[in-house]
């Protein structure tokens, strides 16, 4: 069944490396919690606060081997007022073969606190 796997994270500061950094990180969480390949994947959205333009976080997707065929989309949120800052968020698209109960949504760093109702949320500890 083709579902929708969330995954967030922030950044401390606007710098490409840690943009990049930080996508991949909550990229592979999100990959191997849910025990997904890139054939699976139909495509990948990103989406930056108003507050991050030093990269496109599309580029760690690319980055990451066997990966770099994967679709991958990146906009801009809408800019809310109060809303969370320097939030990268995710949404892949994938060929899962669990009920979406079952799909392990991934919020690390300050992007905890968008869902802490789904499954997996963990805090970073560096």
């Given at each position: 069944m083709i579902r929708g796997v969330r995954g967030a994270t922030t950044v401390k500061e606007n710098r490409a490396e840690e943009?990049?950094?930080?996508?991949?990180?909550?990229?592979?969480?999100?990959i191997a919690e849910n025990h997904i390949t890139a054939d699976q994947v139909s495509h990948i959205w990103f989406t930056v606060t108003s507050d991050l333009n030093a990269a496109f976080p599309a580029k760690a997707a690319r980055e990451i081997p066997g990966w770099e065929f994967v679709p991958v989309m990146c906009a801009q949120e809408i800019p809310v007022p109060g809303s969370l800052e320097?939030?990268?968020?995710?949404m892949m698209t994938a060929d899962v073969k669990v009920p979406a109960k079952d799909v392990q949504h991934v919020f690390l760093n300050e992007a905890v606190a968008l869902r802490p109702d789904l499954g997996l949320t963990k805090q970073n500890d560096s």
């Open positions: 943009i990049w950094e930080e996508t991949e990180r909550v990229l592979r969480e999100m320097k939030c990268i968020r995710v």
